[in-house]
């Protein structure tokens, strides 16, 4: 049983600072990119920030320069770092990786249970 366990959301005033973490476990066999999503009332989900294996990442153009995604891989964790938030950021931020587990022959996409985002003076 794979899991993705986040944390660290919450309310921030305009201006503020969160980091989001992400730790993935269970019987894991690989894990290739991870990432992080977010859905608005009324939006459909939408990409934040994506990290591979090596490092590379690709981040959505409303965040880029005030986001920062990092993963730790000898943790299976993923984090966000989020900086000079705006109210156009507040969401449900959800943790994604493609990971593949023991019991499988490929990988597939894993999601979190998702975690609140507000900002608001």
């Known amino acids: 049983q794979v899991q993705l366990v986040e944390s660290g959301g919450g309310l921030v005033q305009p201006g503020g600072s969160l980091r989001l973490s992400c730790a993935a476990s269970g019987s894991i066999f690989s894990i290739n990119a991870m990432g992080w999503y977010r859905q608005a009332p009324g939006n459909e989900r939408e990409l934040v920030a994506r990290?591979?294996?090596?490092?590379?990442?690709n981040y959505a153009d409303s965040v880029k320069g005030r986001f920062t995604v990092s993963r730790d891989n000898a943790k299976n964790t993923v984090y966000l770092q989020m900086n000079s938030l705006k109210p156009e950021d507040t969401a449900v931020y959800y943790c994604n990786a493609d990971l593949r587990p023991y019991d499988y022959s490929d990988s597939r996409d894993y999601w979190g249970q998702g975690t609140q985002v507000t900002v608001s003076s």
């Open positions: 990290i591979t294996t090596g490092g590379s990442t």
